[in-house]
């Protein structure tokens, strides 16, 4: 089969398409003919090995790759499955996290996926997974979102952005959005009901102050951020830090939590999601808002998987539209 492989840590470059054997389904596992795959900035934490710490924790590998085969997000069909697996028929369309995603195939286990939504394509449905999950954690579950309340996105064009303004709207909250100009009008279709173009405005002023802010973006330190906040706000901070640095996004995280002993605010953090935290909980909960109408899937571009490479590059720029999309059939 037809695969994006990475022998090394490095850039983008470092991918390359090759023919891999197929991967067979043992117990208790999944076979998933992918037919799009999704581009997430965790693609690129893994392929740079970016940050050094986070291989110590044995997720990444140490020295190189531990999964050869890129990828993470995918939708598709269920080609074969293993022994012990209830409920899962072979023709069954289905999204969710394929370890292994950038390939024709992928295997992965059923606690990792749901049906997908018959209003969706494969494309739009690979688009869901990550950024969906995070969305809902950040918005809901860290942020705790409450109806009434007002609610800024930085970064809210991005891939998590689009969903979280999104989740937002349909909890009841007025949502503001951060972005660039261009994609002020594609924010404003999702409900947002002001968007401020960071190249014009100091969001953190505190002119306008906000219950709960979703900061995916991470590039201002928190004691600017907590300026947009009420007295009793809460902070949901979502990755940031550069590739290549020894603690990167994790040392940004830290910094939330330590400063949060001594102020009167919420910090929190969320751990953008991979195979070791979703659940099949949440990844229902994001497919029923999708099938329901109040989430839609934002797809800015969707490339060939032979183009995974410059799919990635497009991703770590950080000013992608929305979700980046490798169609693999």
Same mark, same amino acid.
């Given at each position: 089969?037809?695969?994006?492989v990475? @022998?090394?840590?490095g850039?983008?470059d !470092?991918?390359?398409?090759? @023919?891999? @054997?197929?991967?067979?389904p043992?117990d208790?596992?999944?076979?998933?003919?992918?037919h799009?795959?999704?581009?997430?900035?965790?693609d690129w934490?893994?392929l740079?090995?970016? +940050?050094?710490a986070?291989r110590?924790?044995?997720g990444i590998?140490?020295?190189?790759?531990?999964?050869?085969?890129?990828?993470?997000?995918?939708?598709?069909?269920?080609?074969?499955?293993?022994?012990?697996v209830?409920?899962?028929?072979?023709?069954?369309?289905v999204?969710g996290?394929? +370890?292994?995603?950038?390939?024709?195939?992928?295997v992965?286990?059923?606690?990792?996926?749901?049906?997908?939504?018959?209003?969706?394509?494969?494309e739009?449905?690979?688009?869901v997974?990550m &950024?969906a999950? !995070?969305a809902?954690?950040?918005?809901?579950?860290v %942020?705790?979102?409450?109806?009434?309340?007002?609610?800024?996105v930085?970064?809210a064009g991005g891939?998590?952005?689009?969903? &979280?303004?999104?989740?937002?709207v349909s909890?009841g909250?007025?949502v503001?959005?951060?972005?660039?100009?261009?994609k002020?009008?594609?924010?404003?279709?999702?409900?947002?009901?002001y968007?401020?173009d960071?190249?014009?405005e100091?969001?953190?002023?505190?002119r306008?102050?906000?219950?709960?802010?979703?900061?995916?973006?991470?590039n201002?330190? +928190?004691?600017?951020?907590?300026?947009?906040? !009420?007295?009793? %706000?809460?902070?949901v901070?979502?990755?940031?830090? !550069?590739? %290549?640095?020894v603690f990167?996004?994790?040392?940004?995280m830290?910094?939330?939590?330590?400063?949060n002993?001594?102020?009167?605010?919420?910090?929190?953090?969320?751990v953008?999601s991979?195979?070791?935290?979703?659940?099949r909980?949440?990844?229902?909960?994001?497919?029923?808002l999708v099938?329901?109408?109040?989430?839609?899937?934002?797809?800015g571009?969707?490339?060939p998987?032979?183009d995974?490479?410059?799919?990635?590059?497009h991703?770590e720029?950080?000013?992608a539209?929305?979700k980046t999309?490798?169609?693999v059939?």
């Open positions: 089969m037809k695969a994006i990475q @022998d090394r840590f850039p983008p !470092t991918l390359r398409l090759a @023919d891999v @054997d197929r991967p067979e043992a208790g596992q999944v076979l998933v003919r992918v799009a795959a999704a581009v997430n900035p965790y934490h893994m740079r090995g970016d +940050p050094y986070a110590l924790l044995g590998g140490l020295t190189r790759p531990k999964q050869r085969v890129a990828g993470i997000d995918a939708a598709g069909e269920v080609a074969a499955v293993g022994p012990g209830p409920g899962l028929s072979p023709g069954d369309a999204l996290f394929c +370890p292994g995603a950038f390939a024709e195939y992928a992965t286990t059923p606690d990792l996926l749901v049906p997908k939504p018959e209003s969706l394509t494969f739009q449905a690979a688009a997974p &950024a999950v !995070t809902l954690r950040g918005i809901s579950t %942020g705790r979102v409450r109806a009434g309340q007002r609610v800024l930085n970064g891939g998590v952005g689009t969903f &979280a303004v999104q989740v937002a909890l909250a007025e503001t959005g951060v972005c660039g100009a261009d002020a009008g594609l924010v404003r279709s999702l409900g947002a009901a968007v401020v960071h190249a014009r100091d969001w953190t002023d505190g306008r102050r906000h219950d709960v802010i979703l900061d995916n973006v991470g201002l330190p +928190p004691s600017r951020v907590r300026r947009a906040l !009420t007295p009793a %706000g809460t902070l901070a979502n990755g940031g830090g !550069t590739p %290549g640095r990167g996004a994790i040392g940004g830290l910094r939330v939590v330590a400063l002993v001594v102020v009167r605010q919420r910090l929190a953090v969320i953008p991979a195979p070791s935290g979703p659940t909980e949440d990844l229902t909960a994001v497919s029923e099938a329901s109408g109040r989430l839609t899937p934002v797809i571009r969707t490339l998987l032979k995974a490479a410059e799919a990635v590059r991703v720029r950080g000013h539209l929305g999309v490798l169609a059939r």
